[in-house]
């Protein structure tokens, strides 16, 4: 089972930039499709990105909100996730929970029963 810690969450100002980073515990990394979401207060959890890795190649998808502004990696030498976060709006201010599963269009989903979530780090925007 993989465990999941979310860092790199704080305060920032509108247009600004931050990196999440989730580091995954386990030998199996490279299986696992690797995503973000977020919950607002008041609001329920949505998806944010994606992605996946195999020996054919990588895919990714975003949520349309976030397009063209946040970018999702991995480095499986490093068990690690990224989610790069650029040109940050007030309306992203979340808390960003990292999550993993074995199936990809699971994960896209966001089903409540993913493999791992992670704790959430906490992401303010200032307008």
């Known amino acids: 089972q993989v465990q999941l810690g979310e860092s790199g969450g704080g305060l920032v100002q509108a247009g600004g930039s931050l990196r999440l980073s989730c580091a995954a515990s386990?030998?199996?990394?490279?299986?696992?499709?690797m995503g973000w979401f977020r919950q607002a207060p008041g609001k329920a959890r949505e998806f944010v990105a994606a992605?996946?890795?195999?020996?054919?190649?990588?895919?990714?998808h975003y949520a349309d909100s976030v397009k063209g502004r946040f970018t999702i990696s991995r480095d499986n030498a490093k068990n690690t996730v990224y989610l790069q976060m650029n040109s940050l709006k007030p309306e992203d201010t979340a808390v960003y929970y990292c999550?993993?599963?074995?199936?990809?269009?699971?994960?896209?989903?966001?089903?409540?029963?993913?493999?791992?979530w992670g704790q959430g780090t906490l992401v303010t925007v200032s307008s």
């Open positions: 992605i996946s890795w195999s020996w054919s190649g990588i895919m990714t």
């Open positions: 999550a993993a599963d074995g199936v990809y269009h699971r994960l896209r989903a966001g089903v409540d029963d993913l493999d791992a």
């Open positions: 386990g030998r199996t990394f490279s299986s696992y499709a």
